[in-house]
């Protein structure tokens, strides 16, 4: 299983903080994120860590992974 953990406006307009998903790539997970109504636009523009290291879409997973997922800020 793969943690997954949301931030920002993420988080607020999901309503979800944490969850735990079966995936084998970064991918996938954002499959499974958008699948469960998360905005794909947004997942698009995020960054993303596994266990603390930046990582890509094609980043792999492996079983115990966290994966954190921070949306874009911008501000004036």
Known sequence: MITVK???LL???SGIRELQLEA???RDL???LEARGLDG???AGCNI????ERATRRSRLSDGDT???FPPVAGG
Do not use: E, P
């Open 67 to 69: 994966v954190q997922l």
């Open 41 to 43: 636009d947004a997942l």
């Open 24 to 26: 084998g790539n970064i």
């Open 49 to 52: 860590l596994i266990n603390g």
């Open 30 to 32: 954002l499959r499974h």
């Open 11 to 13: 988080r607020l307009s």
């Open 6 to 8: 949301l931030y920002g």
